[in-house]
């Protein structure tokens, strides 16, 4: 029955299953997100309790994505609590009714068309439906047959609501309005009075992005994973990203606290920050570029989190790689406030007593210097992008030596991308290897994302236009990506044997004649010399890596001032012609 007398709430936020859980591990989303549905099996034998959730007394939901809950705190700035319910997806009948008029739903990625998704349900089956976008679908099936559907409005919004207005899905799936932009914008809550009262909705709706730190929203209820807004935009303006279309702006610390002892207070023992680039908060609008990082201002607003009473865990959103580079020192600080906190371990690396890893995730996207300069030019500064292998590596090698065993993404297929630039990432990757580095190295095809510089350009599309270099290097990156978990002595003959008989049974028909050398280097049937010698894969060359000294002395000599004298590597002569910034614990 509709929630209390008056029949139903007037305003009912929601958002599918799987973007709502945050019980059930820290990276089900990720696989749900880009796992074909038949695989689902997977995750209900590791985490069998997954789809269970809590709820309030009154039946809405304890905990919801950042972005309803931002929605939901804006709303609530202009109607009456009992106007306004966020709940779950099995729990609609119980809030919508003859006074709804509308039901707001975000939603990630609700046709299976982002990075990864598409790619990883192509590889391990015939359907390119991930278990998201099949959950998804369940949703807006469930509001279709609404008794009430003809009096409310469907209107979506969430970072996935570009793939309806591109494959014009609103008639499929039901939706009356695409909402792109933020929650708390003057244009969304016009578009609720308009709803509200009646009148025809546009298709889509463009919203405006907050110019100022005190017009972001910050919700203060519980959230899924605690994660609690940080930054908007990057500054680094590489062409495929959506979120660096958004101006550079930092949430004030006292926001950002507010929030968090909210997550804590309502049950929530997990924190984490959402952020383009964790390094760029605290320097946004200074007299100092964005990518020579604040360090007390991070160290500041970490450690007051990480102390808070009731936190258990902290887990790292995003991060770029060129800070390592540049301040040594604060990775080195970060790891003593926050590596205690981290729910990851990583046994076969970590040398924590209780083995554990910071994890953030991290853009590489190609090792070649070729195709890095045309897509993303400002991601080393303040190195030059020529020197983006070297970066890599020499970010890598600080990471791993303070246990931060990141997520670094790679795109495949990029507009013009050749075998040159492919055979050039896999000089990097091998590099990686040589050196005894770690990360969780994740590729996936290029998708052209709306609004980006890249959207109307086209690259490899299926997973059948792949290039065999373009499979060794998906492949290579997750051989070594599997590592830690194969270290028993049975593992490493299960998998061989597993990933054979599922080429011979399905994929080699389903990814086409180039996948097979690379499936048999990612099951190690053959050793990777021989496959060499026999000219089926490419092992790669020797990089030429600058040292951190080296990558110093190309900064421009205006900047030089902004690096610290604390972290190591800097000329004597720059300390007296530019008075390199000393660290403030001396």
Not at 502 to 527: C, E, H, V, Y
Not at 556 to 579: F, S
Request: charged share 25%.
């Amino acid at each position: 029955m509709p929630d209390s007398s008056s029949g139903g709430r007037l305003i009912v936020l929601t958002a599918p299953l799987t973007e709502t859980i945050d019980h059930a591990g820290y990276f089900i989303q990720m696989g749900v997100a880009s796992m074909p549905k038949r695989l689902e099996f997977i995750f209900d034998s590791k985490y069998p309790r997954w789809k269970d959730l809590e709820r309030n007394q009154d039946g809405t939901a304890r905990y919801m994505p950042a972005g309803v809950r931002a929605l939901e705190a804006a709303l609530l700035r202009e109607y009456a609590p009992e106007d306004v319910a966020a709940c779950y997806p099995d729990d609609l009948e119980n809030f919508i009714g003859p006074r709804t008029r509308i039901v707001a739903v975000s939603t990630h990625n609700p046709l299976g068309v982002t990075f990864a998704a598409g790619v990883y349900a192509s590889i391990f089956g015939s359907s390119k439906e991930p278990i998201n976008a099949h959950y998804t679908r369940l949703l807006f099936n469930r509001l279709q047959a609404n008794p009430y559907r003809e009096a409310f409005k469907v209107i979506v919004g969430g970072s996935g609501g570009w793939q309806i207005v591109k494959t014009d899905g609103f008639r499929e799936l039901g939706v009356d309005c695409v909402v792109e932009g933020r929650a708390e914008s003057a244009e969304t809550l016009e578009l609720m009075r308009r709803a509200i009262g009646g009148e025809a909705l546009p298709r889509r709706l463009e919203t405006g992005h907050p110019k100022d730190r005190d017009e972001i929203v910050v919700p203060e209820k519980r959230t899924t994973f605690g994660v609690v807004e940080m930054t908007t935009g990057c500054g680094r303006r590489c062409h495929f990203c959506v979120p660096d279309l958004n101006p550079q702006i930092d949430v004030p610390k006292d926001k950002i606290m507010r929030a968090v002892r909210a997550n804590i207070r309502e049950g929530n023992n997990q924190i984490s920050l959402a952020t383009e680039d964790m390094f760029i908060w605290g320097q946004v609008r200074t007299n100092v570029p964005f990518y020579f990082p604040n360090r007390e201002a991070l160290l500041d607003l970490y450690g007051e989190i990480a102390n808070t009473p009731g936190l258990e865990h902290h887990l790292l959103s995003h991060a770029t790689m060129a800070p390592a580079v540049v301040d040594p020192v604060l990775i080195e600080k970060l790891t003593e406030i926050l590596l205690d906190k981290s729910p990851i371990t990583l046994p076969l690396y970590s040398t924590h007593p209780r083995k554990k890893i910071l994890s953030p995730l991290i853009g590489l996207e190609t090792g070649s210097v070729r195709m890095a300069r045309a897509i993303m030019p400002g991601k080393a500064a303040p190195f030059s992008i020529d020197d983006w292998p070297s970066v890599v590596i020499q970010g890598l090698t600080i990471l791993n030596r303070n246990n931060w065993f990141p997520v670094l993404t790679l795109m495949i297929g990029s507009p013009g991308e050749t075998d040159e630039d492919v055979m050039a990432t896999l000089d990097l990757v091998y590099e990686m290897e040589r050196r005894g580095l770690f990360a969780f190295l994740v590729p996936s095809i290029f998708t052209p994302l709306h609004d980006t510089r890249m959207e109307q350009k086209k690259g490899v599309s299926q997973t059948r236009e792949l290039t065999q270099l373009q499979w060794q290097l998906m492949m290579k990156c997750w051989k070594m990506n599997m590592r830690p978990g194969l270290a028993s002595w049975w593992g490493p003959t299960a998998w061989r044997l597993g990933a054979v008989a599922l080429w011979l049974f399905k994929l080699r028909r389903l990814n086409g004649p180039a996948f097979t050398w690379p499936l048999l280097l990612f099951a190690n049937a053959l050793p990777e010399r021989l496959m060499a010698r026999m000219g089926k894969i490419y092992t790669g060359r020797p990089l030429n890596v600058k040292s951190r000294r080296e990558l110093l002395a190309t900064i421009k000599p205006g900047h030089r001032k902004h690096l610290r004298a604390d972290t190591g590597d800097i000329p004597a002569e720059w300390a007296l012609q530019a008075g390199a910034v000393p660290s403030l614990d001396q």
